[in-house]
């Protein structure tokens, strides 16, 4: 048991009456030490959402005698993020009725900035639910697929970093990385892939290169919510494998990726894994808040978002069969997936040392656009 020593004698009445409420915060406070962590932690929760909250740090006293708020990153990482998602997911499916719809997506279209004049359906009212509305097809011609890029961009979108993958790590956003092979998992079988063997000794990123004189390129855009909300593939490549991982979903808000570190690795995300002329070649689709459900068109046994997850866990799946030993081949610019509100999309690939990306950070892109070329 803890014990707090309680004043006796003069000592009650000579201390100064400011000190009588410090004395009462110290001994509650000795008392909350005493909880167990999780116990402690509830408690604490309420005073820290207030500390961050209230003007003027109005509760900073708090602190001189013992108290310390949780963090704002573990405060955030305490958010029930998948709860909220699928609960979300199922607003999204509720049918609208039809004098409700143009007032809705009016709103969401004026928030966001969204350019229905290249949906497919301008008409609003077409849209049963907030689900059809976010998925919403366009019209052919607007999103012409360059063709003289040997890469083009899977979706619209912000670029937030790109170029040569260093040390292993990529970057998120600029200043912030996160490992590689945390991002990606380990290394798949040489059968799915059928890449070259690697001397187990080299690094992951030198494993994941197949070709001398190789170097391994990644590229980083960001989904708002008001951009179209499918991709595409980016070149000429083949599918081999699908790896899942369940996890959080924080919101992959630029913002956001500046204050939680490995921010992508935390967060569920579906890599598709394969090669095309040049090499090694994946695409990983990163969930977000709202953003629970991940499509991918030709994987009908991927279900993104369940209730229940091992942390850490990942779910394997090869392309790769006796009756398909090709995997899935895509072809630049074709229909992959879907996202049901906005994410990001995470490109990471080989290519010769001359690959030069025609792009700017920070700058706005849509899919079909040309990311880059030899």
């Not at 969204?114 to 609003?124: G, I, P, S």
């Not at 899942?244 to 808000?253: A, I, Y």
Request: charge should be positive; proline fraction near 6%; glycine fraction near 8%.
């Amino acid at each position: 048991m803890c014990q707090s020593n309680a004043l006796q004698g003069p000592d009650l009445h000579t201390g100064k009456w400011l000190q009588f409420p410090q004395l009462a915060l110290r001994r509650r406070l000795g008392q909350l030490s005493c909880m167990s962590r999780p116990a402690l932690k509830l408690r604490s929760w309420p005073l820290t959402i207030l500390y961050y909250l209230l003007p003027f740090g109005a509760l900073k006293p708090l602190t001189r005698v013992g108290w310390r708020p949780v963090s704002r990153v573990a405060l955030y990482k305490s958010v029930p993020t998948r709860l909220l998602s699928r609960a979300w997911g199922r607003l999204n499916q509720v049918e609208l009725p039809t004098w409700l719809r143009k007032p809705v997506y009016s709103l969401y279209i004026w928030t966001f900035g969204v350019n229905m004049k290249e949906a497919a359906v301008e008409d609003l009212h077409h849209y049963r639910n907030l689900s059809e509305f976010f998925r919403r097809k366009l019209k052919p011609q607007a999103r012409p697929v360059c063709c003289v890029h040997s890469v083009i961009s899977p979706s619209d979108g912000k670029i937030l970093n790109f170029g040569q993958v260093k040390n292993c790590e990529v970057e998120q956003v600029k200043g912030v990385t996160y490992s590689l092979e945390s991002f990606l998992g380990p290394r798949i079988s040489t059968e799915d892939l059928r890449f070259s063997e690697v001397p187990p000794g080299n690094s992951f990123q030198q494993q994941l290169v197949t070709k001398e004189g190789n170097e391994l390129y990644h590229c980083v855009i960001y989904l708002a919510p008001g951009d179209y909300h499918c991709f595409h593939s980016p070149t000429d490549w083949r599918v081999s494998h699908r790896r899942h991982f369940p996890g959080s979903l924080m919101s992959v808000n630029p913002g956001v990726a500046r204050w939680i570190k490995e921010l992508f690795c935390h967060n569920e995300r579906v890599v598709l894994t394969g090669d095309w002329k040049h090499g090694f070649f994946s695409l990983t689709a990163v969930g977000a808040t709202n953003v629970g459900s991940i499509r991918i068109y030709f994987d009908q046994d991927l279900h993104t978002n369940s209730p229940r997850y091992s942390k850490g866990s990942y779910n394997d799946f090869s392309f790769i069969s006796n009756n398909n030993k090709e995997g899935i081949p895509m072809r630049k610019g074709e229909h992959l997936g879907e996202f049901n509100l906005g994410s990001t999309i995470v490109l990471i690939f080989e290519a010769p040392k001359d690959f030069k990306f025609q792009l700017k950070a920070g700058q706005k892109i849509r899919f079909g656009e040309a990311l880059g070329s030899l």
